[in-house]
């Protein structure tokens, strides 16, 4: 029971950040929490982020009002972990293309990254409309919500995003993480399982049902979950760091970090 109750905490501190990456309709992957030691396929200069800073921010710089270039240089900035500055290109960008539900949605997201809540909230509100919903937009909002700890609120925009897109694995990822946040562990891994089932789940969602599952000691079974689909350095270095993190005896302390974990904020 004691190491139930360390190891419940530990979830519901990832969980956390693991919603707040979900941007639209993403989820967490525990490559994305270990920091995997495989090494990524070589970026290109048109993928590396840092090279799209580079050259998206010269561009933007050069003419501000390039909603092309704003929309592209924000979402570079996020994806490095600039947060505050993201936030800032976004906002200017908005007040010059006042009604761009494009950059508003990126807008809502950098706020939403940098801890701005309800702000990101209201501005997400404004990326689209009732008669012409965003399920991807329906499902980031529900995640801010969670970050808020308004958890029935956040699964009434889960639902209304399941309307749309029925089954769509990355929704039930991120509800799936709002029942572990309200600590309620046999529905998230019931809502988990039903993303896992469908055709178009990728890793994330597998690796979020292995957290589950491993949570509720079920480790053999979770390890299976952990290692699918991944190279074997990578699959070896996740199923390492969910041992760790679920073997853990002693709580985190109060204000301490329960968890490494990296910067998590990409845009879809």
């Not at 009002?65 to 240089?73: C, G, I, S, V």
């Not at 976004?90 to 007040?95: D, G, K, S, V």
């Not at 039903?194 to 053999?220: E, H, I, K, M, P």
């Amino acid at each position: 029971m004691r190491q139930q109750s360390s190891l419940a905490r530990l979830l519901a501190s990832a969980a956390v950040t693991a919603i707040l990456a979900a941007g639209l309709g993403g989820c967490q992957t525990m490559s994305d929490i270990t920091g995997s030691v495989t090494p990524k396929a070589e970026r290109t200069p048109d993928t590396d982020p840092r090279r799209q800073v580079e050259v998206y921010g010269e561009r933007y710089r050069a003419n501000p009002k390039d909603t092309e270039a704003a929309l592209a240089y924000g979402q570079a900035l996020r994806t490095t972990g600039q947060r505050a500055q993201a936030v800032a290109v976004f906002e200017q960008a908005t007040i010059a293309h006042a009604g761009d539900k494009t950059l508003l949605a990126g807008y809502g997201r950098a706020l939403a990254d940098n801890g701005n809540f309800q702000q990101a909230f209201d501005v997400l509100s404004r990326a689209h409309s009732p008669d012409n919903p965003d399920w991807r937009i329906l499902s980031v909002q529900g995640t801010v919500l969670d970050q808020m700890a308004r958890h029935d609120e956040a699964r009434r925009y889960y639902d209304t995003a399941l309307k749309i897109v029925p089954d769509e694995p990355s929704v039930l990822s991120n509800l799936g993480l709002s029942y572990v946040l309200s600590k309620d562990l046999p529905k998230a891994e019931e809502t988990l399982r039903r993303a896992y089932g469908s055709a178009r789940a990728d890793a994330r969602v597998r690796q979020n049902l292995a957290l589950v599952v491993g949570l509720q000691g079920r480790f053999a079974e979770a390890e299976s979950i952990v290692k699918a689909d991944l190279p074997p350095e990578e699959a070896a270095a996740n199923v390492a760091y969910l041992k760790q993190m679920l073997n853990r005896k002693n709580a985190p302390r109060e204000g301490a970090s329960a968890m490494p974990v990296a910067s998590l904020n990409r845009p879809e």
